[in-house]
């Protein structure tokens, strides 16, 4: 990364050198326009400018949203489901809260009571006059966004945040804030445990506002629902957010393509082989497709939804387990459809050489970073 000074920083806030170095000076620091500021220092500045200060990481990551959209998909755009990760401290409750999700829906009186693990549940919801369909991916939500923020993807479009009402904020509490924020997803806030005794909503909402999601009846913008994910309390209104702020986001995609996506798990069955469990977003995917998935090649022989229902198609924000890749693709690997299958063998082939390549030069880069330690 190249070191910012106090004149680029003026330049990229579109202010005077001298605007810069006065307000560092009223700050207690002496410095001149080839100064080398950090990070921290930039954003104070940027922000006694009052600018908005996105860091590259958290810029780079936002544009990789639109990566799935092509141009070419801008005129044939429908509505597509929300997919949304459930994310928070470790017993908070993001278990117990997905179950009672998916049990509502089984107690609806739905088809089949038996599901099959593909790391995420469709769930359909009464909304208007009809049924909004929500995806909930199942992976813990904070491995996920690890994993994407390490890749660069994005999957999820909205983040619930579950924070214990008799714990409060906590360390994967903030982590779960930031790698949210990084991705630029709207976080929702299940305060949960309310039936507890030691349950304290107001502490929750107090500890959430210092860390700038501050709830709406506290003149803030952040959606915070009290529920119990244990009695089901609650748990309606929670999903009626969920419902409202997919509105928002006016989430679409393009049906009409090939499919785009991401590989949201992966493993090796004795009997079945490769095993794939893929988000589509956009394009549909077809039982027949050819796909290369990271450096992998794959042929899908047959798709299974989290009903263990054999599917022929998959649209837009749906999840499938895939039968048919050459070998086990990586969780969070980007998977894209081919229309000619040698064309996608010849991608995959590429890409692992490309892999090869760029393990063998971080290889000899370390080797020529540790040789200069040395020298
Ligand atoms: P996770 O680690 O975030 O997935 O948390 P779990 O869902 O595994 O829940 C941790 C513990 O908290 C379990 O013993 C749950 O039964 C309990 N729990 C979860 N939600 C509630 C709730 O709303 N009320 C009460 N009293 N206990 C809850
Ligand atoms: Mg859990």
Same mark, same amino acid.
């Given at each position: 990364?190249?070191?910012?000074?106090?004149?680029?920083?003026?330049?990229?806030?579109?202010?005077?050198?001298?605007?810069?170095?006065?307000i560092?000076?009223?700050?207690?620091?002496?410095?001149?326009?080839?100064?080398?500021?950090?990070?921290?220092?930039?954003?104070?500045?940027a922000?006694?400018?009052?600018?908005?200060?996105?860091?590259?990481?958290?810029?780079?990551?936002?544009?990789?949203?639109?990566?799935?959209?092509?141009?070419?998909?801008?005129?044939?755009?429908?509505?597509?489901?929300?997919?949304?990760?459930?994310?928070?401290?470790v017993?908070?409750?993001?278990?117990? &809260? #997905?179950? !009672?999700?998916? /049990?509502?829906?089984? =107690?609806?009186?739905?088809?089949?009571g038996?599901?099959?693990? *593909?790391? $995420?549940?469709?769930?359909?919801?009464?909304?208007?006059?009809?049924?909004?369909?929500?995806v909930?991916?199942?992976?813990?939500?904070?491995?996920?966004?690890?994993?994407?923020?390490?890749?660069?993807?994005?999957?999820?479009?909205?983040?619930?945040?579950?924070?214990?009402?008799?714990?409060?904020?906590?360390?994967?509490?903030?982590?779960?804030?930031?790698?949210?924020?990084?991705?630029?997803?709207?976080?929702?806030?299940?305060?949960?445990?309310?039936?507890?005794?030691?349950?304290?909503?107001?502490?929750?909402?107090?500890?959430?506002?210092?860390?700038?999601?501050?709830?709406?009846?506290?003149?803030?913008?952040t959606?915070?629902?009290?529920?119990?994910?244990?009695?089901?309390?609650?748990?309606?209104?929670?999903?009626?957010?969920? &419902? #409202?702020? !997919?509105?928002? /986001?006016?989430?679409? =995609?393009?049906?009409?393509?090939?499919?785009?996506?991401?590989? *949201?798990? $992966?493993?090796?069955?004795?009997?079945?082989?490769?095993?794939?469990?893929?988000?589509?977003?956009?394009?549909?995917?077809?039982v027949?497709?050819?796909?290369?998935?990271?450096?992998?090649?794959?042929?899908?022989?047959?798709?299974?939804?989290?009903?263990?229902?054999?599917?022929?198609?998959?649209?837009?924000?749906?999840?499938?387990?895939?039968?048919?890749?050459?070998?086990?693709?990586?969780?969070?690997?980007?998977?894209?459809?081919?229309?000619?299958?040698?064309e996608?063998?010849?991608?995959?082939?590429?890409?692992t050489?490309?892999?090869?390549?760029?393990?063998?030069?971080?290889?000899?880069?370390?080797?020529?970073?540790?040789?200069?330690?040395?020298?």
């Amino acid at each position: 990364t190249s070191e910012l000074t106090v004149q680029a920083l003026a330049a990229e806030l579109v202010v005077p050198e001298t605007e810069v170095i006065k307000i560092l000076f009223m700050k207690g620091i002496a410095a001149n326009i080839n100064q080398v500021l950090d990070i921290e220092t930039a954003t104070m500045v940027a922000e006694e400018l009052d600018c908005e200060v996105e860091t590259q990481e958290e810029e780079s990551e936002a544009r990789k949203v639109s990566e799935m959209l092509d141009v070419e998909d801008l005129e044939k755009l429908q509505a597509r489901p929300p997919v949304v990760t459930i994310m928070g401290h470790v017993d908070h409750g993001k278990t117990t &809260l #997905l179950d !009672a999700i998916r /049990e509502t829906k089984v =107690a609806q009186g739905e088809a089949g009571g038996i599901t099959q693990h *593909i790391g $995420a549940y469709h769930v359909d919801l009464p909304h208007e006059d009809g049924i909004q369909q929500v995806v909930f991916l199942d992976t813990p939500g904070h491995e996920a966004f690890t994993a994407m923020r390490a890749r660069g993807t994005r999957v999820t479009d909205i983040a619930i945040l579950v924070v214990a009402a008799d714990d409060g904020v906590r360390p994967q509490t903030l982590e779960a804030i930031s790698h949210a924020r990084a991705a630029e997803v709207p976080i929702i806030v299940a305060i949960n445990k309310i039936d507890k005794e030691g349950a304290q909503l107001d502490r929750v909402r107090q500890e959430l506002s210092e860390h700038n999601l501050v709830p709406e009846d506290w003149g803030g913008e952040t959606v915070m629902v009290p529920v119990s994910a244990l009695k089901g309390e609650n748990l309606d209104t929670l999903l009626e957010m969920v &419902l #409202l702020v !997919a509105e928002v /986001e006016d989430l679409q =995609a393009n049906p009409d393509r090939p499919a785009k996506g991401t590989v *949201i798990e $992966a493993h090796l069955d004795k009997a079945k082989g490769p095993v794939a469990s893929l988000l589509v977003q956009n394009g549909t995917l077809r039982v027949g497709d050819v796909l290369v998935a990271g450096s992998v090649f794959g042929k899908v022989r047959a798709m299974v939804d989290d009903r263990g229902a054999r599917v022929e198609t998959a649209s837009p924000s749906f999840a499938v387990e895939v039968l048919g890749m050459s070998e086990v693709p990586a969780a969070g690997e980007e998977f894209e459809v081919f229309v000619d299958e040698k064309e996608a063998r010849s991608q995959a082939g590429q890409r692992t050489d490309q892999q090869r390549h760029t393990r063998l030069q971080q290889a000899m880069a370390s080797r020529r970073v540790s040789l200069n330690a040395l020298s």
